[in-house]
């Protein structure tokens, strides 16, 4: 009869953690805006240049990272992204597109 139990309640267990997995996997993740995904990959820049400040291609870098901060500041955020991500690339970093 113990042996019954345990059985019953080792079910319940692994019913009660898939119940929890599947709980995980089905929330939801809001994808960030292009205004705040301009915003994180101006913040990037401005920590690869702090990181990479001997990288050859640190004054190409600024000037793009100056011209994708005005685009998204005029509402052109796909260009203002691209640009930022260019900036990143010169600099030998992988754009990070963090999930909220």
Known sequence: MQRFWISV???LLSMSL????VAASNAKVT???R?????NLSRQVDEALETHAAAT??????ALQRKGNR???N???AQGIRMLANALKLLGVTP????Q
């Open 31 to 33: 994808p960030l805006t």
């Open 71 to 73: 685009f998204c500041a």
């Open 9 to 11: 309640m080792g079910a």
């Open 18 to 21: 898939i119940t929890a997995a």
């Open 57 to 62: 291609q640190v004054t190409a870098a600024k």
């Open 35 to 39: 205004a705040e995904r301009c915003t």
């Open 96 to 99: 990070i597109d963090p999930v």
């Open 75 to 77: 509402k052109k955020q």
